[in-house]
């Protein structure tokens, strides 16, 4: 018996069908989207890292982020107040540690030197900066700390109060009687390594990053010479000049800092990247043959 073959399916409907379906997909994506983004681990907001532009950029547990011939910045996310210095040629990385006492940040230092502004610690129960050989645990301050050596750090505190130890695997090593922590209050800085911490020295002067590379001078070296400066922070100036020339309005600021609202333009734009990608990969996988509409399997 003879049939005939189907009719074409008339175009508004087939275009009403591609609406549909794209409406479902979108739908989809958002889902998947937020579900992604919830899995990123941003930690901060770095901007002027090396190889990067003054454009704020999300950074996630474990990425590195270098400073090129300018300091760099970079913003907790859970502690939007609360801001790292990159000294020029500096580099850092940062981890999230969860344990029964709640949630601690740890900011590596893996080379060179940082300043550290604690105005509040956020959503973390502790914050720890840990270089070659010292632990610093961070409550409320301001500090500058630099690798000196591969195994040897310095501690410069401008205000608040610190509690520095050696990490534990130096600790472990380190002579009979040799002295594994200090205590430090505001002016104060220390060295530690795997001669153990030393003396706690009196500070001259603030402790300042450099805001050029080639400098060679130490944060002890700078801090134990000239007098006083501690209404100067050069490198946060350095900070907000760039920011200002980049088209932000934080210049003349002495300690920049990225609002919540810029922060949430910045939270947006990955949820949008992350969406964008799914929808995509989505609509691709969707559009393309042996799947069409308007008609049977292999016909045109």
Do not use: N
Not at 35 to 45: G, H, I, P, T
Not at 127 to 155: C, M, N, P, Q, S
Not at 273 to 294: M, Q
């Amino acid at each position: 018996m003879f049939r005939s073959p189907p009719m074409p399916m008339p175009m508004p409907m087939r275009m009403r069908m591609h609406r549909c379906l794209l409406v479902l997909l979108l739908s989809i994506a958002t889902v998947l989207g937020a579900a992604a983004l919830e899995s990123q681990d941003v930690l901060a907001v770095s901007r002027f890292a090396a190889g990067g532009s003054g454009d704020p950029t999300a950074v996630g547990a474990g990425m590195p982020v270098a400073a090129g011939d300018r300091p760099a910045l970079l913003t907790l996310a859970d502690a939007p107040r609360s801001t790292i210095i990159l000294a020029p040629r500096a580099e850092v990385h940062l981890q999230r540690v969860v344990t029964q006492a709640g949630t601690s940040l740890i900011i590596a230092l893996d080379a060179g030197a940082i300043q550290v502004s604690i105005v509040d610690k956020g959503a973390y129960a502790d914050i720890h900066v840990v270089g070659g050989a010292l632990d610093v645990r961070v409550t409320g301050t301001l500090f500058v700390v630099e690798r000196v050596k591969r195994d040897t750090d310095y501690v410069a505190l401008v205000h608040g109060k610190l509690s520095v130890t050696l990490r534990q695997e130096i600790a472990e090593v380190i002579a009979a009687g040799a002295t594994d922590h200090a205590e430090l209050s505001a002016r104060e800085g220390v060295e530690g390594g795997i001669s153990g911490v030393g003396a706690t020295d009196t500070l001259r002067s603030r402790p300042q990053l450099a805001v050029v590379a080639g400098g060679t001078a130490s944060i002890e070296e700078k801090a134990a010479s000239g007098e006083g400066g501690w209404d100067v922070d050069a490198a946060a100036a350095a900070i907000a000049d760039a920011i200002a020339a980049s088209g932000g309005e934080d210049g003349g600021v002495i300690s920049p800092v990225i609002s919540d609202e810029v922060f949430a333009e910045i939270a947006s734009g990955i949820a949008e990247e992350i969406l964008d990608r799914i929808t995509g990969d989505i609509i691709d996988a969707s559009l393309t043959p042996p799947f069409e509409l308007g008609g049977p399997p292999g016909r045109p």
